[in-house]
């Protein structure tokens, strides 16, 4: 099952950054996840899979997605 990830969330993963950091934001979304770091602002992409794998906890939520049924012309 596919691990529900939006744009803008705020991760926890297991190993920290070399800075130092373990929180993360979710800046991009596809096959590859965008990420920031919270703690130096650097950014790295992660394959899903991987990303799935090294998520601790959500420290924070984003918005939800549009239910696209309620969009007009539906």
């Known amino acids: 099952m596919v691990m529900e990830i939006r744009l803008g969330d705020v991760v926890r993963l297991r190993k920290p950054h070399p800075c130092g950091g373990f929180d993360w934001e979710i800046v991009r979304l596809g096959a590859d996840i965008g990420l920031r770091c ?4 650097h950014k790295v992409l992660l394959d899903r899979a991987v990303l799935e794998r090294r998520i601790k906890q959500f420290v924070s939520r984003g918005a939800a ?3 696209l049924n309620s969009l007009p012309g539906r």
């Open 38 to 41: 919270l703690k130096c602002n």
């Open 65 to 67: 997605p549009a239910d």
